[in-house]
C-alpha cells in the first residue's frame, strides 16, 4: 500500500512538473512572439524609412566651382553633409577634335594635384579614399597651355572632368562628367 501510494503521489509531482513546463514554455513562446513582431515592425519602419529617404540631386551634394590663377586651374567641390566624393574616381581629359573623349592620349589626370582626403574600406572598392565637405583638385596653366599649342589653332579644345560620390545613406551616384571651354579657363585668369 505504501508503494501504491509513493506511486500515485510520485505520478501527481510528475503531472504538475509537466504542467508547470508546458505552461512556462507556453509563456517564453509567447513572449518571443511579441519581441518578434517588434523587431519584425521595426525592420519594416527602417525599410520604409529607406523607401522614403530623399536624396540631393548630384548637383545639390557636390556643387563643382572653377577658379583660375595665373599659375593653376583650380576645381573645387563643395560636399553637402552626409555625403562623399571617391579620390580614385578623379578624372581629367583634355578634348578636341584630334583627342576623342576615349582617347588615352588626352588623359591629363596624372597631372592632378588632389587635397588629402581620408583613408576607409568601401564594401564595393576596398580601401578607398574619400573626401567630405570639400575636394580640391589643380593642375597648372602651363600644362594646359602646353596640350593647347599642340592643338589645331580652329580646334575647340575643352577639358572634361569626371568625379564619382555617394550618400552616407546608401546611394552611389554614376560617375558624373562636366566639360568646360579651355579657352574660358585660359582667358579668364585673375
Avoid at 505552461?23 to 524609412?49: F, M, P, Y
Avoid at 530623399?54 to 551634394?61: N, Q, R, W, Y
Avoid at 553637402?80 to 580614385?88: F, G, M, S, V
Avoid at 592643338?151 to 568625379?163: G, M, Q, T, V, W
Wanted: aromatic share 8%; proline share 3%.
Amino acid at each position: 500500500m505504501d508503494s501504491s501510494k509513493y506511486l500515485q503521489d510520485l505520478l501527481l509531482k510528475t503531472i504538475l512538473f509537466m504542467s508547470l513546463c508546458l505552461s512556462i514554455t507556453s509563456a517564453v513562446a509567447e513572449q518571443n512572439r511579441h519581441v518578434n513582431d517588434n523587431v519584425t515592425s521595426s525592420q519594416n519602419i527602417n525599410v520604409l524609412d529607406q523607401s522614403t529617404q530623399t536624396f540631393l540631386s548630384v548637383d545639390e551634394a557636390f556643387q563643382l566651382d572653377i577658379e583660375t590663377s595665373e599659375t593653376q586651374l583650380n576645381l573645387i567641390w563643395i560636399i553637402a553633409p552626409n555625403y562623399y566624393l571617391y579620390r580614385h574616381a578623379f578624372e581629367l581629359r583634355y578634348l578636341d577634335e584630334a583627342h576623342p573623349a576615349t582617347s588615352a592620349e588626352g588623359l591629363i589626370t596624372n597631372q592632378l594635384q588632389l587635397n588629402s582626403g581620408l583613408k576607409t574600406h568601401d564594401d564595393y572598392f576596398g580601401p578607398v579614399e574619400v573626401y567630405y565637405h570639400q575636394a580640391t583638385a589643380s593642375v597648372k596653366i602651363s600644362s594646359l597651355m602646353t596640350l593647347a599649342r599642340q592643338s589645331e589653332p580652329d580646334n575647340k579644345a575643352y577639358l572634361l572632368i569626371k568625379y564619382q560620390g555617394c550618400a552616407e545613406a546608401g546611394l552611389c551616384y554614376p560617375v558624373q562628367s562636366q566639360q568646360i571651354s579651355l579657352d574660358n579657363v585660359l582667358l579668364n585668369r585673375i
